[in-house]
């Protein structure tokens, strides 16, 4: 029900939080709970779980790390400077949502992010002084806090993996496709969108002009994109220090000849090649 949510957004103009719906007291308390050091122990408390991690129901979900996760490496990966920071000491541009009658914790939302992919090298890793004081609390500082704990990072690496390597939602084929499916969703519109252009700064703005900025987005930007992100993620050591396997021939599925099966380790982007132990379960988990 609407009456179940706490909406927390950024107030224009003078760029501080405030709630839309229900109240800022959760999110107040959330930014108490990460103002200092955050260990595993305290990483681990904020999504209602004990010290080693196990689930807890007496205790209170503050987070949906996932989704925290997913909204950074989105923030990342498009070279967001507008969100959700403004001048990186104010909070700008998200929401954060959380059902008070759930055991769901706060989750983030992109809002207005449209200062993005204009540069294939822009560094958006921090850190930023933007939510020290609890008015401009936002994911970006959240997310920076929670760096100080090994288990957050090794969460974070865990989303890296999935979604940077194969046919993760931040591989160049992937997000090349999504890019075109809304491309096609508005192409007839845009010959209707250019007549409300007009003259902008002295040039008759057309719709090959917005062909060409397609181009861009999808032959410069995000041709490198990938790796470049993945690259700024490591050097602050977010994509995690373990062996992490791969698969040929394939990644996943059924292997119809399991005499072709092999399996490398991978540290970033090299090949090593020292000997490692395998574990595996036979029952799913």
Same mark, same amino acid.
């Given at each position: ?9 950024v107030?224009?103009g ?10 800022? =007291? ?7 709970? @990460? ?12 999504q ?12 209170? /979900?503050? $987070?949906?790390?996932t989704?925290?996760?997913d ?5 990342f ?9 403004? &001048? ?6 998200f929401?954060? $949502? ?10 983030? %939302? ?9 540069? +294939?090298?822009?560094? #958006? ?9 609890? *008015?401009?609390?936002?994911? *970006?500082?959240?997310? *920076? ?23 993760? @939602? %931040?591989?160049?084929?992937?997000a090349?496709? #999504?890019?075109?499916?809304? /491309?096609?969703? $508005? ?8 007549? #409300? ?6 040039r008759?703005?057309? /719709? ?11 032959? =410069?930007?995000?041709?490198g994109?990938?790796e +470049? ?20 021939? *394939?990644? &996943? ?6 005499? +072709?099966?092999?399996?490398? %380790? ?6 090593? +090649? ?12």
């Amino acid at each position: 029900e609407p009456e179940d949510y706490d909406v927390i957004k950024v107030e224009a103009g003078p760029y501080t939080i405030f709630a839309t719906e229900g109240t800022i =007291d959760a999110f107040d308390e959330l930014h108490g709970l @990460v103002a200092g050091e955050v260990s595993d122990a305290e990483f681990y408390a904020l999504q209602g779980m004990t010290p080693d991690g196990e689930e807890d129901e007496s205790l209170t /979900k503050h $987070i949906d790390v996932t989704n925290l996760i997913d909204y950074m490496m989105t923030i990342f990966y498009v070279g967001s400077f507008d969100a959700p920071l403004a &001048g990186n000491d104010r909070a700008n541009n998200f929401y954060a $949502i959380r059902n008070r009658e759930a055991r769901e914790g706060w989750r983030f %939302f992109c809002h207005d992010t449209e200062h993005s992919m204009l540069s +294939t090298r822009e560094n #958006r890793m921090g850190p930023y002084p933007a939510g020290r004081s609890k *008015q401009h609390f936002n994911p *970006q500082f959240l997310h *920076q806090q929670l760096m100080q704990s090994d288990a957050y990072r090794l969460s974070f690496a865990d989303r890296v993996r999935r979604e940077f390597f194969h046919d993760g @939602v %931040f591989t160049v084929e992937a997000a090349r496709e #999504r890019w075109n499916a809304r /491309k096609a969703e $508005i192409d007839l519109a845009i010959i209707a969108e250019t007549a #409300r252009w007009g003259d902008q700064r002295g040039r008759l703005y057309t /719709k090959v002009d917005w062909l060409e900025e397609n181009r861009w987005v999808l032959e =410069d930007f995000m041709s490198g994109r990938t790796e +470049t992100v993945f690259n700024q993620m490591d050097f602050v050591g977010l994509t995690g220090d373990l062996l992490t396997p791969e698969f040929s021939p *394939q990644h &996943g599925g059924v292997v119809e000849d399991p005499d +072709t099966f092999k399996m490398k %380790f991978k540290v970033g982007t090299l090949f090593n +090649t020292q000997d490692g132990d395998i574990y595996y379960t036979l029952d799913g988990t």
